[in-house]
């Protein structure tokens, strides 16, 4: 049933290959064809602005008020690319090789292969849009290093990356939207997707601010939603950030690729009271200058400033010489939790580990650390109240980012005709882990150069009956959209939405998050169907449907929260191996690492939606390593 439309031949040549065998779609026709792209961070906004440009009559939906407050706003420390600007060794087999190695083998070569292709077109576009990427005293793009790499790829604007990109994107799709081409919709949630003789063709959205519940028809679907971390309730993400519009895609037949994939940030600032609602990323790109130890006594008391050198564990660098401190998130998530759970954590609750800049400062001077990290110095100052050019960062690992989402194969098109998925949305490239400065590289991937040529194919190949929103099928599916959210209002229990999220981030965390175990797992799946039932029977709304009202608009999205999590758990429990983030208990290296189990895993679980109270289907697509040979990881 999976067939993940590869192109034939050597793989430095397919995405060529494929764009010129693609169909295309000539200038006079291209505004008789209507597209939807729903969300408009890095993604969606590429994607929109793109598809505009060439001629498409564009519609692009937001549940933000403008397209510049999407979460992609918030990434920080940079973008990947091989443009070897340092004359280090890269090249794009190696951003290929890196990001197979660094996703634990569990990405497709074909995709990754042509992420690193594109990788370099991205920055000549940025920088042609007035990204203001940092440059050196001569004038040159900068780069720094991330995880899981030797070389210096990274391509930033201090700790704003995404800012800054998200701004050269949202001028594009501004320019487009004052062309006529693009027409920007705001505060619009999209509630569902609808179907239409198997072929996606238009979506359900609610006005967030009247209430309204509208039906759009188009020839085509992009979804570009962003990711599902907020499933934990504490992550690094937006806090609007949610899963209901690839979760209702599901449900209407598009196949979830590897749920169970999410990647835990290993330096986020850790939790510091139980009534918190959001966890603070510090960027990675920290730890090219920044040590992380804990103390090698446990219990220890003393402050971080009177531990001498000889009692600290510069843990990272003694387990993995080669990388050090910047070895992929999987590993240094892994190892912080590691010296914790053995009672050296530092901090209020133990749960923390230092990230320390003292060397970094003597060696490049204050000012020095200051230009480069100086944003993300104050960030943790205004949070903690410390200052981390004197005592060193305290940072735990948080939920950050989805690997996991709907299934879509090369050309980007979910197992429904006519609906694509772009950025963080899909399963993406990333295999089992995703390396650092990598998601803003996939998402502008999408965005600006792969849907831009895979979609008008779909359109030029495709006989699309005429559709309107008169059709039965928008009917049906506005009638159930309006059922669920009046279902939802009548409940009139005792308990609010956020008392539901945090509970059930509570559950996914402990057994679905930094390690699972079977027993966990299985914990979880018993209660999580638990919690669901009490929150259909007692959740309480505040005011009405008709109105801006974000009690509502919370609960909506947790009703889907409440049902990923469990197919999330359903695929930890399947999937017995352990692989990047991925980390089952029972399957170790003596030395602790994760241990893949190649040959009964060795493929993307996609997942069918059955129903409700239905087991869903489990579908494989098998991977194969023809260009970077299954190896167990090491960074040693
Ligand atoms: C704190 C932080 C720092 C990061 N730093 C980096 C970094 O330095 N480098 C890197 O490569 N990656 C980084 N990342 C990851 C990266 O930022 C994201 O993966 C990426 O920006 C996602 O972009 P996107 O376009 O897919 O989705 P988003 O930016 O999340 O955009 C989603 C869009 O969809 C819309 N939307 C969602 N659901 C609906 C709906 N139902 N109806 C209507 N609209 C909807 C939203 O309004 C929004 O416009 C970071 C992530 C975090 C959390």
Redo the contacts with the bound molecule.
């Keep these: 049933m999976l067939n993940a439309r590869i192109p034939s031949g050597p793989i430095e040549q397919q995405w060529d290959k494929c764009r010129f065998e693609m169909k295309l779609v000539n200038p006079a026709n291209r505004r008789k064809h209507s597209i939807i792209v729903?969300?408009?961070?890095?993604?969606?906004a590429a994607a929109a602005a793109t598809l505009g440009q060439q001629g498409y009559r564009v519609a692009c939906?937001?549940?933000?008020d403008t397209?510049r407050r999407?979460?992609?706003i918030?990434?920080?420390?940079?973008?990947n690319a091989a443009k070897n600007y340092r004359n280090d060794g890269d090249s794009v087999l190696r951003l290929f090789k890196d990001t197979v190695k660094g996703g634990d083998f569990r990405a497709r070569e074909a995709n990754v292969y042509r992420l690193a292709q594109i990788s370099v077109n991205i920055i000549d576009q940025c920088v042609a849009q007035g990204v203001p990427f940092a440059r050196e005293y001569g004038g040159l793009l900068d780069t720094r290093s991330f995880g899981g790499v030797q070389v210096q790829r990274t391509f930033y604007a201090r700790g704003q990356?995404?800012q800054q990109l998200l701004l050269g994107a949202y001028q594009a799709l501004e320019e487009q939207i004052a062309a006529g081409t693009v027409t920007m919709h705001i505060r619009?949630?999209?509630?569902d997707v609808v179907i239409v003789n198997g072929r996606a063709r238009g979506i359900v959205?609610r006005d967030l601010v009247t209430g309204h519940i509208e039906c759009h028809a188009a020839d085509v679907i992009v979804l570009?939603?962003?990711?599902y971390s907020n499933v934990f309730y504490l992550s690094?993400?937006a806090k609007a950030?949610?899963c209901?519009?690839i979760w209702r895609a599901y449900r209407r037949g598009a196949l979830f690729g590897n749920p169970c994939f999410t990647q835990i940030h290993p330096t986020c600032i850790p939790l510091s009271s139980e009534h918190q609602s959001k966890l603070t990323?510090m960027?990675e790109s920290l730890r090219n200058d920044g040590r992380v130890w804990v103390p090698k006594k446990k219990g220890e008391t003393r402050a971080a400033k009177d531990i001498p050198e000889d009692e600290r564990d510069y843990y990272l660098e003694r387990r993995y010489p080669s990388f050090g401190n910047l070895v992929p998130r999987d590993v240094a998530s892994r190892n912080a939790k590691e010296v914790c759970d053995d009672g050296r954590g530092v901090g209020p609750h133990g749960q923390g580990v230092y990230l320390d800049f003292a060397d970094a400062i003597h060696r490049l001077g204050l000012e020095t650390v200051r230009e480069k990290y100086g944003n993300l110095f104050d960030i943790y100052e205004r949070i903690t109240g410390e200052d981390a050019y004197t005592v060193p960062m305290r940072i735990y690992p948080a939920p950050?980012?989805t690997m996991g989402g709907l299934w879509v194969d090369y050309h980007l098109m979910s197992t429904i005709p006519g609906l694509f998925v772009?950025?963080?949305?899909n399963f993406s490239d990333h295999g089992a882990n995703r390396l650092?400065?990598?998601?803003?590289?996939q998402?502008l991937a999408d965005g600006y150069f792969i849907l831009p040529s895979t979609v008008p194919d779909y359109l030029a190949s495709t006989t699309l009956d005429p559709v309107d929103v008169s059709h039965e099928a928008f009917m049906a599916t506005t009638a159930e959209v309006k059922d669920r959210i009046a279902a939802l209002v009548a409940i009139k229990g005792k308990r609010s939405p956020d008392s539901f999220h945090r509970e059930l981030g509570k559950i996914i965390w402990d057994n679905c998050g930094m390690a699972r175990s079977d027993a966990g797992l299985r914990k979880a799946l018993a209660r999580i169907p638990e919690l669901r039932e009490e929150f259909w029977h007692n959740l309480r709304i505040v005011g009405g449907d008709d109105e801006l009202n974000q009690a509502l608009e919370k609960a909506n999205r947790i009703s889907d929260f409440l049902e990923i999590a469990e197919l999330m758990c359903i695929d930890a429990l399947d999937r017995t191996e352990s692989c990047g983030g991925h980390f089952r208990v029972e399957s170790q290296t003596p030395e602790g690492e994760a241990k893949r189990d190649d040959a009964h895993f060795s493929y993307t679980a996609a997942w069918e939606w059955k129903g409700s109270g239905q087991a869903p289907a489990l579908h494989k697509e098998p991977l194969t390593f023809e260009y970077v040979p299954l190896s167990q990881r090491s960074y040693k």
């Design positions: 729903v969300g408009s961070g890095l993604a969606g939906f937001s549940y933000h397209p999407a979460h992609s918030a990434a920080q420390g940079g973008i990356t995404g619009s949630e999209l509630l959205t570009a939603t962003g990711g690094t993400n950030s949610n209901t519009a990323l960027s950050h980012y772009g950025g963080e949305a650092g400065a990598s998601a803003l590289m998402g």
